[in-house]
T-cell receptor, first 114, second 113 residues
Framework: GAVVSQHPSRVICKSGTSVKIECRSLDFQATTMFWYRQFPKQSLMLMATSNEGSKATYEQGVEKDKFLINHASLTLSTLTVTSAHPEDSSFYIC??????????FGDGTRLSIL | GESVGLHLPTLSVQEGDNSIINCAYSNSASDYFIWYKQESGKGPQFIIDIRSNMDKRQGQRVTVLLNKTVKHLSLQIAATQPGDSAVYFCAENPSGGYNKLIFGAGTRLAVHP
């Protein structure tokens, strides 16, 4: 089945640091990747849609300068949380979709900002 | 619309019983629906999907039912096992194809021996 790898699985860093999270589709080419944020005991909230070779589309209320997304190839998208603060602490999850079929998810990155 | 849940409802079942998890979706124009299972500390795992031109689809031990009239989706799990314990999310695709998904609030399934 389709495999999506997300790295790192956990990050703990100081306030003001920028953190990069990688999302890779391992056995298929992802035409589109998505980035979600999930708070404890809540559902997934879509942050942005990332298409290879073009600018990401951000959902309403998501700061594009805060959450930088790069989708440089059909198998890799990155999310950079710039100048992270404690309120950015969360579980960030990516997903990828190929030419057809459902979104397949990575195992998430737990970000903790001290 | 977007789904934000402060408290996950919990469904408790005995091992071996059948489970039914329900979901109300928001957009009557949605034509593709997916059920995902999320275990603690992991990303959602695809279980089964259904298009709006169907009202029932079966997989291994799972069945999804779609009632477009009342915008209701359900997931039935036969002979529930301890490994089925997780949070289950329904998701709808309001724009057709396999584009962005809107997730429901989620239901926690607790399976007791």
């Amino acid at each position: 089945g389709a495999v999506v790898s997300q790295h790192p699985s956990r990050v703990i860093c100081k306030s003001g640091t920028s953190v990069k999270i990688e999302c890779r589709s391992l056995d298929f080419q992802a035409t589109t990747m998505f980035w979600y944020r999930q708070f404890p005991k809540q559902s997934l909230m879509l942050m942005a849609t990332s298409n290879e070779g073009s600018k990401a589309t951000y959902e309403q209320g998501v700061e594009k300068d805060k959450f930088l997304i790069n989708h440089a190839s059909l198998t890799l998208s990155t999310l950079t949380v710039t100048s992270a603060h404690p309120e950015d602490s969360s579980f960030y999850i990516c997903s990828a979709v190929g030419l057809e079929g459902p979104q397949h998810f990575g195992d998430g990155t737990r970000l903790s900002i001290l | 619309g977007e789904s934000v849940g402060l408290h996950l409802p919990t469904l408790s079942v005995q091992e071996g019983d059948n489970s039914i998890i329900n979901c109300a979706y928001s957009n009557s124009a949605s034509d593709y629906f997916i059920w995902y299972k999320q275990e603690s500390g992991k990303g959602p795992q695809f279980i089964i999907d259904i298009r709006s031109n169907m009202d029932k689809r079966q997989g291994q031990r799972v069945t999804v039912l779609l009632n477009k009239t009342v915008k209701h989706l359900s997931l039935q799990i036969a002979a529930t096992q301890p490994g089925d314990s997780a949070v289950y999310f329904c998701a709808e695709n309001p724009s057709g194809g396999y584009n962005k998904l809107i997730f429901g609030a989620g239901t926690r399934l607790a399976v007791h021996p």
